[in-house]
C-alpha cells in the first residue's frame, strides 16, 4: 500500500497550490479520501474529505472557499486545489484513506512572503 503525496513547496501568499495524492495497493475507488495538515508544534487536524465516488465533500471551516478536494478513480488520486493561501495554511499536508487507515508521508506547504 502507498500513497505518495505532492505538489508542496513555497507560495507567497494570496497564492495557489495543487496537491495531488497517488494511491496504490487497494481499492482505491471504494474508499473515502481525507487531506489533513499539521502545522509546527500543533497537533494533525482534518482539512477536507470526499467520499468514495465523489459525490459528497466536507471541508474545514478555516479552508471553506478556498480549498476544493477532487478526485479520479481512472487515476488512483485525490487532489487538493488551494487558492487564497494564507500563512495560517503553512504544515505538512497529508492524504489518509479513509477506512483503510492509511497515511502518505507527507508534503510541505509554506506560505510566506
Known amino acids: 500500500v502507498q500513497l505518495v503525496e505532492s505538489g508542496g513547496g513555497l507560495v507567497q501568499p494570496g497564492g495557489s497550490l495543487r496537491l495531488s495524492c497517488a494511491a496504490s495497493?487497494?481499492?482505491?475507488?471504494?474508499?473515502?479520501m481525507s487531506w489533513f495538515r499539521q502545522p509546527p508544534g500543533k497537533d494533525r487536524k482534518l482539512v477536507a474529505l470526499?467520499?468514495?465516488?465523489?459525490?459528497?465533500?466536507n471541508y474545514a471551516d478555516s479552508v471553506k472557499g478556498r480549498f476544493t478536494i477532487s478526485r479520479d478513480n481512472a487515476k488512483n488520486t485525490v487532489y487538493l486545489q488551494m487558492n487564497s493561501l494564507k500563512p495560517e495554511d503553512t504544515a505538512v499536508y497529508y492524504c489518509y484513506a479513509q477506512q483503510r487507515g492509511y497515511w502518505g508521508q507527507g508534503t510541505q506547504v509554506t506560505v510566506s512572503s
Open positions: 495497493g487497494f481499492t482505491f475507488s471504494s474508499v473515502g
Open positions: 470526499i467520499s468514495s465516488t465523489g459525490g459528497s465533500t
